[in-house]
């Protein structure tokens, strides 16, 4: 057993290499131990659009219900909905069966505990768990349970208006979203279309992360072509939002989150709203000229939700997309409410550009990820922060270590997810944009080539 693939925030790996038929069967045995410790009685399971999703649904399916656990079986659904059975079903946890916006050859599993899901050191307790073969014996039954109606119902119920019709595109990636995503824009009154909407699990025309040039590239060409006032790009499991405005340019999580918060902060000033290390300046500029209280936390869909409760925050935002509504939702990352709460903005504004244009002006990079092993990729964060601490103007260590140089800011942290280190730099200008990202990814690279020599 790898045990790599037991990450951060769920566990994720290779199907084949490092999850197979009979890793799956002593996840489902260690899942059931873990849920019977902790009280669980009844969990729902729902699954991605990858090819080895039914396989391993099933197999979970099995070992939990031999575990003495009812399991409902929400079938081929986005991971929010998942989430939603938790708020909406009689259930003790749950557990999605999905590779996210990984490279098609992957899958994982992301499990809740109650209404939370689980990260770090729970994730470990089901790795020890496995790792010592402990079982618990019992007698559990599985049902099917088609809950979207009720999630379509309720997020179109918490809409408040949508006075103008705009023309709308979908891009789910071939992964799980589209059929959802066109019922909810359809029913908000929108002159929607798709690409890529059929689920499946090749993803044959572009990898579903709408974070990615390649992954919004068909998005762009199609809403530049309609002539559409917003284009809406899903990941593979429909929990991270990417944008596309009139003009083809890509808006970026914190950019959308700045967009919302805005939104909610003329109903509930003095809100304290979360975003995290990787977002623009412009966000925490913006929450707090809107009379807002901008919180900076961690990366990670787990830990974010686990800070908006901790902090009561009315919303909470990450550059890779996952957004967090405590305000007219559960509290879980939901990219088609995020949509939706999108559209209501939008299709209320005097003009919907007008609502992106209004953001000021910063030359920043997506996200950007440099391949590293995963044996060596937090070490050459640690080796980079020590010469970031002697050279930076500020810098901030949450997660990984964001630096300032001469007005400019970049980050450098370990990906939780993939054997990546990810980098994102901001500045005023495209030359002092340019420099700092020469000298960060200069230095990095003279990093990981000496951890890997003497590896």
Known sequence: MNPQVFREYDIRGVVGKDLDEDFVRRLARAMGVYWVKQGVKRVSIGMDARLSSPVFRDLLKEGITKSGIEVYDLGLVPTPVMYFSLFRLDLDGGIQVTGSHNPADNNGFKIALGRSTIYGGEILKIRDIMEQGCVVEGFGSARTCDIVPEYIDDIVSRITTCPRRLKVVIDPGNGVAGETAMAVCRR???????????????????????????????LKAEVLDKKADIGIGFDGDADRIGVIDSRGNPVYGDMITTILAKDILKRRPGEKIIGEVKCSRVFYDEVKKAGGVPIMARVGHSPMKARLHEENAALAGEMSGHIFFNDRWYGFDDAVYAAARLLEILSSAESPQ???????RMYNTPEIRIDCPDDIKFRAVEEFAAHARKTADEYVDIDGVRFTQDGSWGLVRPSNTQPVIVLRFEASTPAQLEEIQRRTRSRL???????SQAA
């Not at 007008?354 to 000021?360: E, M, S």
């Not at 690279?445 to 951890?451: D, N, P, Q, R, Y």
């Open 445 to 451: 690279a003279e990093i990981i080539k000496g951890l």
């Open 188 to 218: 908000l009154g929108m002159d929607v279309s798709g690409i890529c909407l059929e689920p499946d699990g090749t993803f044959p025309n572009h990898h579903p992360d709408p974070t990615t040039a390649e992954g919004i590239a068909m």
């Open 354 to 360: 007008a609502v992106f244009d209004a953001l000021p």
